[in-house]
Structure formats: C-alpha cells, structure tokens
T-cell receptor, first 115, second 115 residues
Framework: GAGVSQSPSNKVTEKGKDVELRCDPI?????LYWYRQSLGQGLEFLIY????????KSGLPSDRFSAERTGGSVSTLTIQRTQQEDSAVYLC?????????????FGEGSRLTVL | GENVEQHPSTLSVQEGDSAVIKCTYS??????FPWYKQELGKGSQLIID?????GEKKDQRIAVTLNKTAKHFSLHITETQPEDSAVYFC??????????????FGRGTQLTVWP
C-alpha cells in the first residue's frame, strides 16, 4: 500500500493475555517508530528501529513490552500479560530519515483495550 | 528529559478567523519542532516544521514561529476553514541523524472551525 498499515485496528483483550500489534511501513523507509497515545495524552515514544536493529528502546515502559522488525520491513510490538494501563492507541510511523526532513508517516493506529 | 506543554487543549473558531496554538519546551538542546495534524480515520500528518536557526516559517495559511530564548513556539492558521478541524500536536526533538524521529509531543489541541 501507499501508506503505513497497522493491524488490528481494534483489539479488546482480557487482563493477563498477550497481544501482538503489527506495522507494515512504507516501502523503502528504513526507520520505524512505535509511539503510544493514551487518552488525553500526547504521543509517547516507545522504540525506534533502523533497519532490523533497535538502537533506542528507551521508551518501552516495562519488560512486558518487546518489539522486533524483520527484513527491514514489518514490525511487531508484543505486550505480554497485559494490564489495564496498557490500554491506548499504539501508533507506528516510518521515515526515510533523510538529511532534509525528519517527516514521520503515521499509520492509523491500533486501539488496544484491556478489560 | 524533554517536556513539551501545549495550550489550549481545545479551540473553537469561526470560519475565516485565525487560530493560534502555543507550545513550550524544556530542553535547550532541542532544535527541531514539527507540527502534526491528526484527523479521524487518518494517520497523523506533518503540516509544517521549523528548525532552531529560523525564527518563522510560512506555508500558505499556516505559519510557525519559534523563540529559542523563551523556549516556545506557536502554530498560526489564518483564514480557517472547516477542513482545518482536527487535533494538532506540537513536538520537539534533537533533529539530527537517527534522532530525527525521536520526538517529544504535546498533549494536542482539538481545533474546531465552525462554518
């Protein structure tokens, strides 16, 4: 597709379950970011990928959160043993990271609700 | 770390009037300040950005001003139209190399333009 694609768009899960969120970035974009948007909050940085490596994981809130990226393309964010405070919209963005622009191209997000 | 504050949280204007959204930041090392527009059903989009070596930047009806001494920057939309209605996020970052996409966001401003 032409833009960043995320799935699922909505996910409702029970506390304690594991969830996987998928991001398919724009073809050719080497940089990929995960952000989280909680109700009434700004976007909160979680993790950054350059290619398949993650030089910055500083935003992951706990060790229940992990992410991987394969083939320099698709990324999966995994949340283990979900808690109610994990409820948020999880946004993925990709970028060319050229010298002239840092423009991020965001997907529509995956809305996670933990009951 | 960086802290970005954004005001107001909601803003209603009549079509044709101007809208101003203000942000402050705390880290004097930040030198890249983008603004993103988030519309329902769409991924957030970059609408304008400014770097610290520039005091003002315009793009048609949109302008951004930056005061590095006071650590604040503002978005100005003139001749507002109903399609400008959206949530607007300001952000700050180091703006270089791999940190280009590592941004600190404000909490957003819900702008409503009444016809």
């Amino acid at each position: 597709g032409a833009g960043v694609s995320q799935s699922p768009s909505n996910k409702v899960t029970e506390k304690g379950k594991d969830v996987e969120l998928r991001c398919d970035p724009i073809s050719g974009h080497t940089a990929l970011y995960w952000y989280r948007q909680s109700l009434g909050q700004g976007l909160e940085f979680l993790i950054y990928f350059q290619g398949n490596s993650a030089p910055d994981k500083s935003g992951l809130p706990s060790d229940r959160f992990s992410a991987e990226r394969t083939g320099g393309s698709v990324s999966t964010l995994t949340i283990q043993r979900t808690q109610q405070e994990d409820s948020a919209v999880y946004l993925c963005a990709s970028s060319l990271l050229s010298a002239n622009t840092g423009e991020l191209f965001f997907g529509e997000g995956s809305r996670l609700t933990v009951l | 770390g960086e802290n970005v504050e954004q005001h107001p949280s909601t803003l209603s204007v009549q079509e044709g009037d101007s809208a101003v959204i203000k942000c402050t930041y705390s880290d004097s090392a930040s030198n890249y300040f983008p603004w993103y527009k988030q519309e329902l059903g769409k991924g957030s989009q970059l609408i304008i950005d400014i770097r610290s070596n520039v005091g003002e930047k315009k793009d048609q009806r949109i302008a951004v001003t930056l005061n590095k001494t006071a650590k604040h920057f503002s978005l100005h939309i003139t001749e507002t139209q109903p399609e400008d209605s959206a949530v607007y996020f300001c952000a700050a970052g180091l703006g270089r190399g791999s940190t280009l996409g590592r941004l600190y966001f404000g909490r957003g401003t819900q702008l409503t333009v009444w016809p």
